[in-house]
């Protein structure tokens, strides 16, 4: 177990709304990526926060958009829900430069239905 | 996009057998990265592997890295019940600016029968 932990467990959502998912990092963590696992498929980078500012992002239109807090915790927030969001949203934490990916420690993720 | 591709799907095999996937990827990397996830859980970081390095050793676990080929392989051995998991690997490409973050590829789902 990492000490990783993400909120809520489970959502669903009907299209066209928007949510919010949390994050709390591993303490000492100054890095927190946030990654999309569509059922079947690997994850696949959303954006990476690093000392409060995003520092990269992947293949994510902007109604995908994110929050660090001082104490390095983190937000994903998304807009306008589609029924393709419907994943496994899932938080990583690392000890992090804002260079390069190293080990990840993920949290158990947010299970997004949206119907 | 998904850079890595693991291989095979799917493995099944006898407790006390060795278990043996392989990853392919496409672009030059940083590191390369495996890791294990049950049930659609979260993922946990097995090892982690330099793209200078040629193989890494952690446990039961033994990595192999071929920068030549844009392969990795690994092997798990004397599997135990325990293991049967997804395993991704991942790369990290990160050639300077912003981060890419990890490209993980689609996992090789790995069953031990006791």
């Known amino acids: 177990e990492t000490g990783v932990t993400q909120s809520p467990t489970h959502l669903i959502k009907t299209r066209g709304q928007q949510v919010t998912l949390r994050c709390s990092s591993q303490?000492?963590?100054?890095?927190v990526s946030w990654y999309q696992q569509a059922l079947g498929q690997g994850p696949q980078f959303i954006f990476q926060?690093?000392?409060?500012?995003?520092?990269g992002r992947g293949n994510f239109p902007p109604r995908f958009s994110g929050l660090q807090f001082p104490n390095y915790s983190s937000e994903l927030n998304v807009n306008a829900l589609e029924l393709d969001d419907s994943a496994l949203y899932l938080c990583?934490?690392?000890?992090?430069?804002?260079?390069?990916?190293?080990?990840?420690?993920f949290g158990p993720g947010t299970r997004l239905t949206v119907t | 996009s998904q850079q890595g591709e693991e291989d095979p799907q799917a493995l099944s095999i006898q407790e006390g057998e060795n278990a043996t996937m392989n990853c392919s990827y496409k672009?030059?990397?940083?590191?390369l990265q495996w890791y294990r996830q049950n049930s659609g859980r979260g993922l946990v970081h097995l090892i982690l592997?330099?793209?200078?390095?040629r193989e890494k050793h952690s446990g039961r676990l033994r990595v192999t890295l071929d920068t030549s080929k844009k392969s990795s392989s690994l092997l798990i051995t004397a599997s135990r019940a325990a293991d049967t998991a997804s395993y991704f690997c991942?790369?990290?490409?990160?050639?300077?600016?912003?981060?890419?973050?990890?490209?993980f590829g689609k996992g090789t789902h790995l069953i031990i029968q006791p």
């Open positions: 926060y690093y000392r409060e500012e995003e520092n």
């Open positions: 672009t030059s990397i940083n590191n």
């Open positions: 303490s000492g963590h100054n890095t």
């Open positions: 990583a934490s690392s000890p992090g430069t804002g260079r390069g990916s190293y080990e990840q420690y």
């Open positions: 991942a790369t990290d490409a990160w050639s300077g600016g912003g981060a890419d973050g990890l490209t």
């Open positions: 592997i330099r793209s200078n390095e």
